[in-house]
Every structure is written in C-alpha cells, then in structure tokens.
C-alpha cells in the first residue's frame, strides 16, 4: 500500500485543521492507520491509530481535540485537530499495517508502511 498524507498548512492557535491520508494499493480495510508527529529536534511521537473495526487509540495531548476517522470506500484515514496549540507543531506522518499484533500500535516499529509527512504551523 503507498499513504499521501495531506491537508497540513500554516493555522493560529485555537484553529482546526484536518489532514488526510490516503491510501493506493492493497485492501485498505484489512489496514490499521496510524497518525504520528515529529517535531523539528525531537523524535517521533505517536497521535492517534484506528484499528480495522474503526476503533481508535490515542495519545494523551490528542485527546478531545484530535479525531481519527476511516472512510473505506474512499481509502482515506483523516486526522481532525480542533483547538490546535503551537506545541502542535510538526511534520505530521501516516503509517498502515496489515498483520496485528496488538493495540494501539503506538511505536513507529509497528507500521511496515508510511507516507511522506505534511508540515502543521500553529502561530500563538
């Protein structure tokens, strides 16, 4: 499967934005899809993940302002952010694997595939 991450863009803080990340090849329902973060200087960070049966894992500062959503039939994985902060900050990438092993897939050794990241700028 090939992921395009898009949707990232310059925004203030408090604003909202949804990234999209969609997907080529491969059955896209027999995929988990995860969310991660990388913010200039520090390491990779998990966001959120949502499994085959769309249910969805997060990570603390995602959670009740970030949404995972999957919509199979159009192949796409979104990322809704509301009450975005500038410690949002980062290149924002998706990831998919097919074989589960357990949730929430929160480590970026747990994906086999990724897409290229999308930059999110939140201004204070």
């Known amino acids: 499967v090939q992921l395009q991450a898009s949707g990232g863009g310059l925004v203030q803080a408090g604003d909202s934005l949804r990234l999209s990340c969609a997907a080529s090849?491969?059955?896209?329902?027999?995929?988990?899809v995860g969310w991660f973060r990388q913010a200039p200087g520090k390491d990779r960070e998990f966001v959120a993940t949502?499994?085959?049966?769309?249910?969805?894992y997060y990570r603390d500062h995602a959670k009740g302002r970030f949404t995972i959503a999957r919509d199979n039939a159009e192949r796409t994985v979104y990322l809704q952010m509301d009450g975005l902060k500038p410690e949002d900050t980062a290149v924002y990438s998706c990831?998919?694997?097919?074989?589960?092993?357990?949730?929430?897939?929160?480590?970026?050794?747990?994906?086999?595939?990724w897409g290229q990241g999308t930059l999110v700028t939140v201004s204070s």
């Open positions: 949502i499994s085959r049966s769309s249910r969805t």
């Open positions: 990831a998919a694997r097919d074989t589960i092993v357990t949730y929430p897939l929160s480590d970026p050794g747990d994906y086999f595939y």
């Open positions: 090849g491969g059955t896209f329902s027999r995929y988990a």
